[in-house]
């Protein structure tokens, strides 16, 4: 018996660290999926980096306490499976959000966004942005718009110098 309360405190354990210790954090609920669905979304979240599981709701209550959570305590009910994100923030909410326009089975519940639960219109909104590697490219060809400008004044001036040269 003191075996099994000894595991049951370890998963909550565990589950409070990968609350505290994720940058974003995503409740759905799974209800309505078939195997194959739900093992090709477990396929997309484990490419991008995102760990994908299902707990006991009691003990994911008790995990939200400890972890300074407990609003989500009202969304922990039914069958609710959690995307844990170390690395990306923007990667559960997208994938989630796009799995579920295309499955309506899912519903996505709540979520945590570097440690403050997030209303479903945030997570709706964090999942519309694009990823790191897409804000990076965008910030790239926002800082050589400048110098590719100068550049093409700098070649018409030349062309227009050499023609009245000429």
């Given at each position: 018996?003191?075996?099994?309360?000894?595991?049951?405190?370890?998963?909550?354990?565990?589950?409070?660290?990968?609350?505290?210790?994720?940058?974003?954090?995503?409740?759905?609920?799974?209800?309505?999926?078939?195997?194959?669905?739900?093992?090709?979304?477990?396929?997309?979240?484990?490419?991008?980096?995102?760990?994908?599981?299902?707990?006991?709701?009691?003990?994911?209550?008790?995990?939200?306490?400890?972890?300074d959570l407990a609003e989500l305590n009202d969304q922990?009910?039914?069958?609710?499976?959690?995307?844990?994100?170390?690395?990306?923030?923007?990667?559960?909410?997208?994938?989630?959000?796009?799995?579920?326009?295309?499955?309506?089975?899912?519903?996505?519940?709540?979520?945590?966004?570097?440690?403050?639960?997030?209303?479903?219109?945030?997570?709706?909104?964090?999942?519309?942005?694009?990823?790191?590697?897409?804000?990076?490219?965008?910030?790239?060809?926002?800082?050589?718009?400048?110098?590719?400008?100068?550049?093409?004044?700098?070649?018409?001036?030349?062309?227009?110098?050499?023609?009245?040269?000429?």
């Amino acid at each position: 018996m003191s075996r099994t309360i000894e595991h049951k405190k370890q998963v909550v354990t565990e589950i409070a660290d990968k609350f505290r210790e994720s940058q974003s954090t995503i409740l759905v609920d799974y209800r309505g999926l078939d195997v194959s669905e739900v093992t090709e979304l477990r396929t997309q979240l484990r490419e991008a980096g995102v760990e994908f599981k299902v707990y006991k709701n009691t003990m994911t209550r008790r995990a939200a306490e400890e972890a300074d959570l407990a609003e989500l305590n009202d969304q922990l009910v039914g069958p609710t499976a959690i995307a844990f994100s170390n690395d990306d923030v923007v990667a559960p909410a997208k994938i989630l959000n796009n799995f579920a326009k295309e499955h309506e089975a899912l519903e996505i519940k709540a979520g945590i966004i570097e440690g403050s639960v997030a209303t479903l219109e945030q997570i709706k909104e964090l999942a519309d942005l694009p990823n790191y590697e897409g804000m990076l490219s965008m910030l790239l060809s926002v800082l050589q718009a400048p110098v590719r400008n100068f550049a093409y004044a700098t070649k018409a001036v030349a062309e227009q110098k050499e023609e009245q040269g000429a």
